[in-house]
């Protein structure tokens, strides 16, 4: 069964640069969710680095 909830976080413009500067190690994408309805990018590169997920 599929969850149709996810979580995300917003950040307000004004606080985004202390957010990113708080950022330790880096952010790891541990797993992406595709639909019938998902973006495809453009970008490549990206393209490429999402598409590793798919299985």
């Known amino acids: 069964m599929l969850d149709r909830n996810h979580n ?3 950040i307000p413009s004004e606080d985004l ?3 990113n500067a ?3 190690n880096g952010i790891q994408v541990v797993n992406v969710y ?14 490429d680095k ?3 997920f798919k299985k």
Do not use: G
Not at 34 to 47: A, H, K, Q, V
């Open 22 to 24: 708080n950022i330790v």
């Open 17 to 19: 640069a202390e957010f």
């Open 34 to 47: 595709f639909t019938d309805r998902s973006f495809i990018s453009e970008n490549s590169e990206l393209r």
């Open 50 to 52: 999402l598409n590793r």
């Open 8 to 10: 995300e976080l917003w």
